[in-house]
């Protein structure tokens, strides 16, 4: 099944330009053939009617297989959107690697979600994109990946964005 060298190779993914970006970067730099990799994406908080849900709030979902996250039915379920990009690039890479892609899906506070998938899931390690949030918006909020790169228990790869690209 797996084999010794097999990782497990995480993505954080929101489905936005930036989070394309380091998909694409994690594919074209990290991911090999035997890993499995797995894309990290949390959700906020929220009223859940989904009885699945509410059981997953606390443990992040089940790891969702690549053809039952391609279906956009069932992302439906989960309130997740993958956009057609990211479906793209996954799908081709596990056409050309010998890799398994799969998604988990946590809901609350990305900073703390991404940390506990490290450890849960667990990551060999995660690339994460940055948003190239100006200095007031990253004082307020706070970065997400810097969050992550000091408080991740995994190498953390930070994939930069340009503010206009």
């Not at 991404?114 to 909020?141: S, W």
Request: one cysteine or more; hydrophobic letters at 40%.
């Amino acid at each position: 099944m797996e084999g010794a060298d097999s990782r497990r190779v995480g993505v954080a993914v929101d489905f936005s330009k930036c989070s394309r970006k380091a998909l694409k970067w994690a594919v074209d730099n990290v991911v090999r053939d035997g890993d499995h990799l797995i894309l990290v994406t949390v959700r906020p908080d929220g009223d859940y009617e989904n009885g699945e849900i509410q059981l997953w709030a606390v443990t992040g979902s089940p790891l969702i297989p690549l053809a039952e996250f391609s279906d956009h039915a069932i992302m439906k379920k989960y309130e997740v959107n993958p956009d057609p990009e990211s479906l793209d690039i996954v799908n081709t890479v596990a056409r050309q690697k010998r890799i398994t892609v799969v998604m988990k899906i946590y809901w609350g506070d990305p900073r703390d979600k991404i940390c506990e998938a490290i450890d849960k899931i667990p990551l060999d390690c995660l690339v994460i994109g940055n948003r190239g949030l100006g200095k007031i918006k990253r004082a307020i909020m706070g970065s997400v990946s810097n969050y992550v790169v000091n408080n991740g228990t995994c190498p953390v790869i930070v994939v930069k964005t340009d503010h206009d690209s």
